[in-house]
């Protein structure tokens, strides 16, 4: 019993075909290159490069189901007969950054809403580059309001539909209720006749002429329709019962813990989405392996790969702090204009010392989010780390050492793929139910306590350096420059 799972990520397209019998998979990936960047994409051109490779990949095998997987936040427009009229705005689009700002002031405006999404008043959601594009005079009433993974169910099966997990990150959605909020839509003059039908992530649907066409696959193959990658990084990392927290680095970082309802702080700082079976309490930052990259490639000139970057393993107090805001902040301040850079640089810190410095304040603003986490939460009983970080294993042992925390790994790479596996085997009775899916640390990542005092200092002078920037002034629209689409990490 064979399982296509297909991704379009933020950077990639992804496809994998698990075996339910033995466990085995295969994966292909895929980067966009220069038909995208990290702010847009070009939803047809994306959809192309995830059915190119499912097609590549599940050529002589019995596919039995398909399962779609996609990212949070993204934003579509297309007409009635959904013929995409702009590009998939995303979620590290900073255009909106002004516009929310604004907003801000109105903490009345702000608590209410954050109260009924679980969404920040932050440029991260579709729901501000809809009033920015409603304020740039752009008339959104004939238009239908889809994402990149809205319009991947359009293509493959014909029906325009929408999962609660995708859905639940776009800010339109009310959290408690599980539907679209008609106050917040109304915020946009939008109706909800203008969105996909909303579906549970259980139901699927069967692949229509077009979509068998593009795979290869026989028409009517069941399809489960698009689920969010952090959603279904949850499932895959069998981390859905209560106490185990997902972390994971790549392109940007994320933490995440499974609740039986939804759990929002008085005080802004976290999140609340929904998972394919359950609510999500977590936070997010827009700067992780992005700002690896950046160093790499502007600052370095691309001339070093990351391990020369990385040098001879120290640790030093008297390095600079780098803050990790290149790309706009998300939790735990939500500022979406606040900027990155170094604080405390001097003539003899080297090119080695700085880059120390950015891998510390990525995992610094890491570790503000998992304060906020465990304060509203309690300390989960499991860390399970992934994404690109795991390709450094100093990076690696730096996490649990910032953290002091017991990180364990699995064998598994692609977790968000595998989760869409793990749902598919639900589907096809391989398994009872998800939740039932587990999977065992294959390594564990223990901290160094010796280093705990050095890293507590450092830790110090970095909320010294977020404090002072967040008291000035801040000025300009936020950035949208993206960065050489090259390997996330070393």
């Not at 398909?66 to 007409?79: E, F, I, Y």
């Not at 995409?84 to 700002?101: F, I, Q």
């Not at 939740?435 to 909320?463: F, G, H, M, V, W």
Request: charge should be negative; glycine fraction near 10%; hydrophobic fraction near 40%.
């Amino acid at each position: 019993m064979q399982i296509l799972i297909l991704e379009a990520s933020t950077t990639s397209a992804k496809a994998m075909v698990y075996d339910a019998a033995d466990g085995t998979t295969e994966v292909v990936t895929a980067d966009y290159g220069r038909q995208t960047d990290l702010t847009t994409h070009d939803a047809d051109a994306v959809v192309a490069a995830v059915t190119a490779l499912g097609r590549q990949v599940s050529v002589g095998k019995a596919i039995a189901a398909v399962a779609l997987v996609g990212a949070w936040h993204g934003l579509l427009l297309t007409d009635r007969k959904v013929r995409p009229l702009s590009p998939v705005y995303l979620w590290s689009n900073t255009e909106a950054a002004g516009l929310c700002r604004d907003l801000r002031r109105d903490r009345g405006l702000v608590d209410w809403f954050y109260q009924s999404t679980g969404c920040m008043v932050n440029a991260t959601y579709p729901l501000f580059m809809l009033l920015l594009l409603k304020e740039r005079g752009l008339q959104l009433a004939d238009s239908m309001v889809l994402d990149e993974g809205s319009y991947l169910n359009w293509v493959l099966t014909g029906q325009l539909v929408q999962t609660r997990c995708l859905a639940s990150g776009s800010g339109l959605m009310n959290i408690h209720d599980r539907e679209f909020d008609p106050a917040v839509l109304a915020l946009a003059s939008l109706h909800e006749s203008q969105f996909p039908r909303l579906v549970e992530s259980s139901e699927c649907f069967p692949l229509s002429a077009r979509g068998a066409a593009l795979l290869g696959l026989p028409e009517g193959t069941p399809v489960l329709p698009t689920n969010a990658d952090g959603g279904a990084n949850q499932v895959g990392a069998g981390a859905l019962k209560p106490g185990v927290m997902t972390f994971s680095v790549g392109t940007s970082g994320a933490l995440r813990l499974a609740t039986q309802a939804p759990q929002i702080p008085k005080e802004p700082s976290t999140w609340c989405y929904l998972s394919p079976r359950s609510w999500l309490s977590g936070a997010a930052t827009a700067g992780a392996c992005n700002n690896l990259d950046w160093f790499r490639n502007r600052v370095a000139g691309g001339r070093m790969t990351y391990r020369e970057l990385e040098g001879e393993p120290r640790l030093t107090d008297s390095g600079p702090t780098f803050l990790p805001f290149l790309y706009g902040e998300r939790c735990p301040g939500w500022d979406d204009q606040r900027t990155g850079g170094f604080v405390e640089l001097r003539p003899e810190h080297d090119i080695t010392v700085m880059y120390r410095a950015v891998q510390e304040g990525v995992l610094f603003n890491l570790f503000q989010c998992y304060q906020s986490l465990t304060a509203l939460n309690g300390a989960p009983e499991r860390v399970k780390l992934s994404g690109g970080i795991l390709h450094s294993s100093r990076w690696t042992q730096m996490c649990a050492d910032i953290f002091g925390a017991h990180l364990e790994t699995d064998e598994v790479p692609h977790a968000s793929l595998l989760g869409g596996a793990v749902l598919g085997m639900e589907l096809l009775g391989a398994i009872p139910a998800a939740e039932c899916y587990e999977t065992a640390a294959s390594q564990t990542i223990s901290p160094n306590p010796d280093l705990a005092d050095c890293y507590a200092a450092k830790y110090e002078n970095y909320l010294s350096a977020y404090h002072r920037q967040a008291d000035k002034p801040q000025s300009g629209q936020g950035t949208s420059l993206a960065c050489d689409q090259e390997a996330l990490c070393p």
